[in-house]
């Protein structure tokens, strides 16, 4: 059975448990209720500056505690509900959670430095979708700063983006949101693309921090990814910092931020909250 461990993730379901108990298409019909019931809900793990120690923000990962089997990886419902037309959906429902929280926390925390918010937009069918309007409506809601908002895609979806996708994404740039490129190095963007796009932040994927003080072809291909970015005046954030000896080495390499289990792991709204008190207060 799938249930939480002490960390606040999720257990995958191994293949027999799903086989066993849970089609593909329960699971579906079940995405499809959990969405319709808000039954989905938001973490949030911190993002800290390496140069100071400080958190600068949170990314937004969503979260599914299925009533029978526990919480699911959202690489399997996401990717699910890219396949079965509910991802605008799914899209909708985390940018407009993120940007109610990241509204509650502006204005409870008004004096402090400002703290972003990452959104994990899924760009399969992005040019379906009213995503600009809904960010147009938040924007003039004037809940919060723009640029405390941002938008993460996935290095692999660019692949086959199609121009509108890229239009879209410009557009969202226009607006003062920073796009950011997720799991960097593990996809195949050509230079001309990542140029092609307005850019702001580039996220090292976690299998290159992972192999850090191990294999130094992996430190290697971290210098480049942070020569590349910061000559193209971007930020990079390494993913998935475990231990001290990593952060002590992207520190030393020059990264500029840093998520993962050695500073905190993905957290409820009320732990977030409680995180953001105990900084700043
Ligand atoms: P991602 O955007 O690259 O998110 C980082 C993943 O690494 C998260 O997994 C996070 O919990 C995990 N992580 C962070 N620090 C550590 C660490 O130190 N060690 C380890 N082992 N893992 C760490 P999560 O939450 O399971 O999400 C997996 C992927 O699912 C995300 O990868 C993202 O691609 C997708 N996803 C999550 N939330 C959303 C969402 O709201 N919308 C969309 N479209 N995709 C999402
Ligand atoms: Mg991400
Ligand atoms: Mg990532
Ligand atoms: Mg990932």
């Known amino acids: 059975q799938a249930k939480k461990n002490g960390k606040g993730t999720y257990v995958i379901l191994d293949e027999t448990t799903r086989n066993q108990a849970l089609s593909r298409l329960e699971l579906e019909n079940d995405l499809r209720k959990a969405l319709e019931e808000e039954k989905l809900d938001l973490y949030y793990q911190p993002i800290f500056c390496l140069k100071n120690n400080i958190i600068k923000g949170f990314e937004a990962l969503i979260r599914w505690n299925h009533p029978q089997f526990g919480f699911i990886s959202p690489q399997l419902f996401v990717s699910i509900a890219e396949e079965i037309g509910l991802i605008n959906w799914l899209n909708d429902f985390v940018l407009t959670k993120a940007c109610h929280q990241l509204g509650i926390w502006f204005s409870s925390f008004r004096n402090f430095p400002h703290i972003f918010v990452n959104v994990n937009l899924s760009i399969i069918n992005l040019s379906q979708s009213n995503i600009t309007e809904k960010i147009d409506y938040f924007l ?3 809940l919060f700063p ?12 660019l692949e086959d983006a199609t121009s509108s996708t890229f239009e879209i994404l410009n557009k969202i740039n226009d607006r003062g949101i920073n796009l950011c490129i997720d799991d960097f190095g593990t996809g195949y963007s050509s230079l001309s693309r990542l140029h092609s796009l307005p850019i ?26 942070l020569a590349l970015a910061h000559s193209l005046e971007m930020e990079v954030v390494a993913e998935g910092v475990e231990n001290k000896m990593q952060k002590d080495i992207l520190t030393y390499l020059g990264c500029d931020f840093a998520q993962g289990y050695f500073y905190s792991p993905p957290l409820d709204v009320n732990s977030a909250t409680d995180f953001l008190a105990s900084v700043f207060e």
């Open 146 to 157: 723009e640029s405390c908002l941002k938008i993460e895609i996935t290095e692999g979806c």
């Open 140 to 142: 003039t809601q004037k």
């Open 200 to 225: 702001k932040t580039l996220k090292i994927d976690k299998s290159f921090v992972d192999k850090i003080g191990t294999q130094v072809s992996s430190q290697t291909i971290i210098k480049t990814i």
